[in-house]
Nanobody, 123 residues
Framework: QVQLAESGGGSVQAGGSLRLSCVVSGPTDRNYPMGWFREIPGKEREGVAHISASGVLENYADSHKGRFTISRDNDKRTLDLEMNNVKPEDTGTYYC????????????????WGQGTRVTVSS
C-alpha cells in the first residue's frame, strides 16, 4: 500500500515563500504520477500541480502558474512544491496525491492521498 506523508505547511505572509514536501513509502516496483491538491472549507478539493512519474511532464492550475513549482526526486521518493509570491487566496490544506496513469491523474483520478498539511497566508 502506497503511503504519502506531507510536511512543510505553516503560516507565511503574502509575498513570501513556502516549500511543501511529501515522502512516499510502500511498494517500490514503480513510480507514480503525483501532485498537490488544495482544499478550502466548503469547496471541492482542487488540483494545484501535477507531475508525471518520470518528472518530464508538469501541469499547473492557472492561478498558480509562474508562482508554484512542482518537482520530484524518484531516488529519494520525494515530491516537493515550491510556493513563491504566495497570496492570501493560496490558503488551504494541501494534500499530496498519487495516481496510476498521468492522463487520468490530471483529470482527477487519484488513488492515494496524504493526510494534508495546512498553509495559511496572511495579508
Amino acid at each position: 500500500q502506497v503511503q504519502l506523508a506531507e510536511s512543510g505547511g505553516g503560516s507565511v505572509q503574502a509575498g513570501g515563500s513556502l516549500r511543501l514536501s511529501c515522502v512516499v513509502s510502500g511498494p517500490t516496483d514503480r513510480n507514480y504520477p503525483m501532485g498537490w491538491f488544495r482544499e478550502i472549507p466548503g469547496k471541492e478539493r482542487e488540483g494545484v500541480a501535477h507531475i508525471s512519474a518520470s518528472g518530464v511532464l508538469e501541469n499547473y492550475a492557472d492561478s498558480h502558474k509562474g508562482r508554484f513549482t512542482i518537482s520530484r526526486d524518484n531516488d529519494k521518493r520525494t515530491l516537493d512544491l515550491e510556493m513563491n509570491n504566495v497570496k492570501p487566496e493560496d490558503t488551504g490544506t494541501y494534500y499530496c496525491a498519487a495516481g496510476h496513469t498521468y492522463s487520468t491523474f490530471v483529470r482527477g483520478e487519484v488513488h492515494y492521498w496524504g493526510q494534508g498539511t495546512r498553509v495559511t497566508v496572511s495579508s
